[in-house]
């Protein structure tokens, strides 16, 4: 017999409960930034569809729940490590609207503590005493590395293709979702065909999370949190104007380039953010992302829809719907 469903608020709070005992307390300013990532979480969509997959092939049933719970959060405790050296890469003093790790504790310190939690998070894998796991997950901090690279190699340079900035979002968010679903099939011990398709359907779920964040970016903000037009006024071609530059004559292009080569004071002027509308209005850029993300959702969903019927598999589409309500 199926056991009970649990609500979101349980499983991250189960989670986060597994992310505490990882980490432990070592030193008292690992202490605190254990506090700081715990409490920064998010949402934890990507653990969440994680033990959605794993509930999926009844993982309760077979013991397994507190393997799951740690399995994502060593995901989030690798995810929570690479943001942090991201605060000091592009000097952040504030992440969600909140005070960042480099502001409160100080860059040589999120340095060693991201650091630590790398560690800390591989060391913890060795309980499971299973090469496939070590294997997807040393990948996944492999990939987050070269994905910081190319960011750096590329920021704010108009050489950057659309391919580059998707080979860049893969690495920091794609293969997160990709691991934790990955993760958690190979520890149910699904056949390989199985997984390759739940790793394939977690990448292409966190490239669309990253895609429509950086659409609403410039198209509704609010339900991000932040202040609009962010990617803009810090020069950063990111997937609106990476996608609708392609499909513009070299004339268009060149009036594109030269709202990226003004100053950052100049493009945070409320007149050429209004100018920089109207030209993505003229240029349908708004039309294009959307038919865009709505291919690829409607491609997600139909991947899912392979995997067997369940509540959870439901939970996963209705997770996908949610994330696509653009406004």
């Excluded at 994680?50 to 959060?73: H, N, T, V, W």
């Excluded at 000091?88 to 939690?117: H, Q």
């Amino acid at each position: 017999m199926n056991k009970p469903v649990i609500d979101k608020e349980s499983i991250v709070l189960h989670i986060n409960n597994s992310i505490d005992r990882i980490l432990g307390d070592e030193l008292p300013v690992l202490t605190k930034m254990r506090r700081y990532t715990i409490e920064s979480g998010g949402k934890r969509i990507r653990s969440l569809v994680g033990y959605y997959i794993a509930e999926m092939f009844s993982a309760r049933e077979q013991g397994l729940e507190q393997d799951i719970y740690k399995i994502c959060a060593i995901v989030e405790i690798i995810h929570a490590a690479s943001l942090l050296h991201d605060d000091v890469l592009d000097d952040a003093n504030t992440r969600r609207g909140k005070p960042s790790g480099k502001k409160i504790f100080g860059s040589k310190e999120v340095i060693l503590g991201g650091d630590y939690m790398f560690a800390t998070a591989i060391r913890s894998l060795n309980d499971f005493e299973n090469p496939a796991l070590m294997d997807i997950f040393t990948r996944v901090i492999r990939d987050l590395s070269i994905a910081e690279l190319m960011q750096l190699e590329f920021e704010r340079r108009p050489e950057i293709t659309y391919e580059n900035y998707l080979q860049i979002i893969y690495g920091k968010t794609g293969s997160l979702f990709q691991t934790a679903c990955e993760g958690v099939a190979i520890h149910v011990k699904r056949p390989v065909g199985e997984i390759n398709l739940i790793a394939e359907t977690g990448k292409n779920l966190g490239m669309l999370f990253q895609m429509r964040d950086d659409y609403l970016d410039y198209f509704n903000s609010a339900l991000l949190n932040k202040p609009p037009y962010q990617d803009f006024e810090n020069g950063l071609f990111t997937f609106p104007i990476l996608l609708v530059r392609d499909s513009m004559n070299d004339e268009a292009k060149k009036e594109l380039l030269s709202y990226f080569s003004m100053t950052e004071a100049q493009r945070k002027q409320p007149s050429t953010i209004e100018s920089f509308l109207k030209f993505l209005e003229q240029h349908h850029t708004k039309s294009i992302c959307l038919e865009k993300l709505k291919t690829m959702e409607t491609d997600l969903l139909e991947k899912i829809a392979s995997l067997p019927d369940h509540e959870y598999r439901q939970k996963i589409e209705q997770q996908i719907i949610k994330l696509m309500e653009l406004g």
